[in-house]
Each structure stands twice: as C-alpha cells, then as structure tokens.
Nanobody, 116 residues
C-alpha cells in the first residue's frame, strides 16, 4: 500500500523559513515524478514545485527564487525548502507522486501559516 506522509508545516513569521518533507512507503520516489501543491481557503489547489523522474525541477512563478524542491533517494523522501515566506504562502501543502505507470498518489497535507 502506497503512503505519502507530509511533515514540517507550522506557524512562521513573514520572512521566515520552513522545510516540508514528504516521506513515501510502498512506492519509489526515484522513479516517480513528485510535486508539491498547495490549497488556500476558498482557492483551487495549485502546483508549487515539482521534480521529474530525471531530476528536472520546475516552480510556480510565485515561489521562484524562494522555494527549492529536492529528493533524497536513499530516504525515499522529497523536500520543499521554503524561504522568505509571505502571508500569501499560507495554505495546506500536499505532496503528490506519479509513477512510471501513471498511478497518482496524494499525501494528507500539512498546514503552513505565515503570520506575524
């Protein structure tokens, strides 16, 4: 059974940093495309960053230069380093993986709140 478990969310002041983790079991991240998405209240879920099977990374314009996605194959974990956080980054952050067969899995989400 595939499980994705996000962690690392919390409350942080504007300008602060957080590192989110997405740990996988039952699937192998090194052969999966993995993305971080977020959903703010009243808004649609949006892609924040993704890393392809080959390691290519892409980012939403709103987070370029502030967020970094990375993958640790040995730990089967994908990270999202978030710096210079803004109140508009407040949302529930979700991890999504898609394996080579097109199967998609989602984590349960972790809350990030940026507020003074």
């Amino acid at each position: 059974q595939v499980q994705l478990v996000e962690s690392g969310g919390g409350l942080v002041q504007p300008g602060g940093s957080l590192r989110l983790s997405c740990a996988a079991s039952g699937t192998i991240f090194s052969i999966s495309a993995v993305g971080w998405y977020r959903q703010a209240p009243g808004k649609q879920r949006e892609l924040v960053a993704q890393i392809s099977r080959g390691g290519t990374t892409t980012y939403a314009d709103s987070v370029k230069g502030r967020f970094t996605i990375s993958r640790d194959n040995a730990k089967n974990t994908v990270y999202l380093q978030m710096n210079s956080l803004k109140p508009e980054d407040t949302a529930v952050y979700y991890c999504k993986s898609e394996n080579a067969f097109g199967r998609v899995y989602w984590g349960q989400g972790t809350q990030v709140t940026v507020s003074s």
